[in-house]
């Protein structure tokens, strides 16, 4: 049974204690399922009901929050504060080093001591890993790859020939990294294939989702820049250039030879077209479609991607073109009466 | 060679017989395709002339259905015999019991002897496999999960650690459960990961397709409830609830802690916003964006999704744009016609 | 080290040679990261002043750019030449043929002598491996499925049984094709499964993305036709028949029961509903969600979607929905202003 004392914890975090340091905490858990023993979280005052009936012993909370006279750990930022204490209570199993017996290593690979090859994966020749990375089970490293320092490649996840990964990369299962981009000639007969011989880098503290596709460049590099985060079922186009610190969330697509730049944040579903430039800081709101340059810092929602206000007040305007068409129809009517009447009016036989 | 007589099948069926019961039926196939020895089926009337056409030796009809005297089964719900139907043409392979010796059984986890672990499958540390249930190859079970009795596990599926499947639970090849959520938060010079662990919970009669992903909560559990259907490609957010008998169509994304409820239908490629709460029986259509909760029994469809009838006609309403653009124009020009007339007729100088 | 001299790869691609053919070309690589070894190209002319500035020996490029003398390969489409010369200077490794020792291969399974089945690759019963195939590390063919000549399957594809591949089909990783189509018959009680008893034809020069799903047919076939291309994370419907010679690109969506004809384009994200025929040639825009038949040589774009011009123009006056909403109360404010004046003008106590 791990346990801290809760001024230990507050000490973790940097935060200001409230109660007694020496209460004893051995969990961690959402109000809702808070135990007596447990630590609680809450970040938003809409939450704050819900904290007041919770059973756990203290909570992390903003300055100003009003508890009741619970004990509390004081934070600015509850989420950093969480993401400090999580790993104290649900601490990671330790992976041992060295490869697995049903390993398949190619005679040419380098595999570092401290890392651990799982049963059933496969490392190509040439190809390098890192210290203390770790592949899973049934992971796949084709020739001429870097597994970095650190790594984390989940069951299943596929890295072809040539792919090249920074040191703490996270992959989650079942990506595919560095597969032939999209690109073909048609000749008048049939689409002929153009060899797809560039390769994919992904820099230090990427860490990429459950079934992401991020295709290998027609000649050169895709890059996915350092600290850049990507959700599950994302499309990566080949050629193309995301982060760094961009956030892509689950099934956005961004298709090839585009420049998606620091800290862009793309919403579930987005998708930019080929050859588009997303400036620095720009946000893409969800299922928007974007086929032309975004400049830094804007935010674009719809499809056609339309700036911030504008786009909000457009998408909610949608809702009320059925009543707009019925409005336009009773003026084109009451027009045409006015117009009757005048025409009548200066008529002989007028009855006005 | 499979063969039932027609009475026999009209049992199975619980259906009205018309025509020889002795009746030798040998398959079982489309309008189009079967045979002279084939049972075929027809559920909607526009497929009547198909039926006449189809060499088929007798058909599955709901009463009414005019057949020209072709010998039939008679029941309501055609698809709800051709579910029964179907298996007695079509059996499944029987799958040997057994762990395959390529297979990779942890010390500490218990397979029932009923059980199927196939080539180059992983079963890690204290997990559970059930009676009956079958573990195609290359499926990966992470530590400490159960995989419940008749489950079928099938090729590449990935359960990460602390992932529980009910009974009768069907995963399609590729699918991942129990990957980390995606939560981070900005310390102000980096997103920081917010450790995921928590579990995921798939409850029984569940459905599962290819290429899925349902993440694993940051805290307690993302739930998958009794009966729901998942279709392939879908996108299941961290501590989302959904279900039971929910049916989620291809590409379909579902953010983080959201509650879909009851026989709710999320139709393809439509996207829901986290925290969003739909109620039982609601129907989101294809490619609608819901970003704000959704009352019991509704339909919406759109981005920003609006509710059925009055999302129909706005949708509709777009095409006519151009149109209605054109009327202002023309109803401003004749009204600042008008005005310019009265203008004048008020004046010194008026012609009227 | 790998060089032609430009005239061999003149003569290679069928282009005009300007300059010296003896020139030696030692690699290809775009115009910013050429070398003056390296041939590079350029395909269209707002590249013109990358090409001046690139230091590559020599250039493919369209007849007419000026390229100030550099040395050159003329054709009419500079993609059909690129095409041919990747491969001289990046050649695929050669794989060896034959069954690597850790493969499992079923007793009634025929490979052919000139194929390769990789690490942990499994072969089912009764399934054929073609002539010069390639199954890579970790896929999965499932019982009775046909693996044509010079198939390249990619690490972690899934076939399940009765999958036919033609001749010189790829597939990339993690893709999966007839896993069971989605159909549930709702009894009153629950969704009912309906077996899925068809399968997947894929024909020949096909070429599949990664993560792509492809169900097989309830009854009956679904078919990729000949020719026909597919990016990532496309989703394929059972019984749908896509091409020949389609383009699908990533993240699509095709429900059940669709016929996509000869040629169709279908961009990023689009979405087709079941049972809707596109017909050859037929253009769907990135996003479009299309619930009728599309007729032959249609372009279509948004949802619902619209017809090319007309579409654009409708897309386009959705950011001018706020606009047009202020017009039409303003015009409404004229309206009823004029009609006040004009009763007031006919009335006892008029001014005008």
Same mark, same amino acid.
């Given at each position: 049974m791990?346990?801290?004392?809760?001024?230990? *914890?507050?000490?973790?975090?940097?935060?200001?204690?409230?109660?007694?340091?020496?209460?004893?905490?051995?969990?961690?858990?959402? *109000?809702?399922?808070?135990?007596?023993?447990?630590?609680?979280?809450?970040?938003?005052?809409? @939450?704050?009901?819900?904290?007041?009936?919770?059973?756990?012993?203290? *909570?992390?909370?903003?300055?100003?929050?009003?508890?009741? %006279?619970?004990?509390?750990?004081?934070?600015?930022?509850?989420?950093?504060?969480?993401?400090?204490?999580?790993?104290?209570?649900?601490?990671?199993?330790?992976?041992?080093?060295?490869? @697995?017996?049903?390993?398949?290593?190619?005679d040419s690979a380098r595999i570092s001591p401290s890392a651990t090859v799982s049963a059933f994966a496969v490392v190509g020749e040439r190809s390098i890993v890192g210290d203390v990375a770790v592949l899973h089970p049934h992971v796949f490293v084709g020739p001429d790859c870097q597994v970095g320092e650190g790594n984390i490649l989940h069951p299943h996840v596929v890295l072809r020939d040539h792919v090249a990964l920074g040191r703490r990369?996270?992959? @989650?299962?079942?990506?595919?990294?560095?597969?032939? %981009?999209?690109?073909?000639?048609?000749? %008048?007969?049939?689409?002929?294939k153009i060899p797809q011989v560039g390769r994919v880098v992904v820099e230090d503290d990427v860490e990429i989702g459950s079934n992401v596709t991020v295709d290998r460049a027609t000649l050169g590099e895709t890059v996915i820049g350092r600290g850049t985060k990507i959700d599950n079922l994302v499309q990566i186009g080949h050629n193309t250039v995301v982060g760094p610190d961009a956030i892509i969330v689950a099934q956005a697509g961004i298709a090839g030879s585009c420049r998606i730049g620091r800290g862009v944040v793309l919403a579930g579903q987005a998708g930019i077209a080929d050859h588009v430039t997303v400036g620095d800081?720009?946000?893409?709101?969800?299922?928007?479609?974007?086929?032309?340059?975004?400049?830094?810092?804007?935010?674009?929602?719809?499809?056609?991607?339309?700036?911030?206000?504008?786009g909000l007040r457009a998408l909610a305007a949608i809702g009320r073109l059925p009543e707009l068409l019925r409005d336009l129809r009773a003026l084109s009517r009451r027009m045409a009466a006015l117009e009757q009447r005048l025409e009548m009016g200066r008529g002989p036989a007028g009855r006005g």
């Open positions: 791990l346990a801290r004392s809760l001024g230990e *914890l507050a000490r973790l975090v940097g935060g200001d204690l409230e109660g007694d340091p020496s209460l004893e905490i051995r969990g961690f858990a959402s *109000l809702e399922s808070a135990g007596p023993g447990d630590l609680s979280f809450v970040a938003a005052d809409r @939450h704050l009901s819900a904290a007041r009936l919770s059973a756990a012993a203290a *909570l992390i909370a903003p300055p100003g929050f009003d508890l009741g %006279g619970r004990p509390a750990i004081r934070v600015a930022q509850p989420y950093t504060a969480i993401a400090a204490i999580l790993p104290v209570f649900f601490p990671q199993p330790v992976v041992a080093p060295g490869v @697995h017996p049903t390993a398949y290593v190619a990369v996270i992959v @989650h299962p079942g990506s595919v990294l560095g597969a032939d %981009g999209f690109g073909y000639v048609f000749d %008048g007969q049939a689409h002929r800081g720009a946000q893409i709101g969800s299922q928007a479609g974007v086929h032309r340059d975004v400049p830094a810092g804007a935010g674009m929602i719809g499809t056609p991607a339309m700036a911030g206000g504008e």
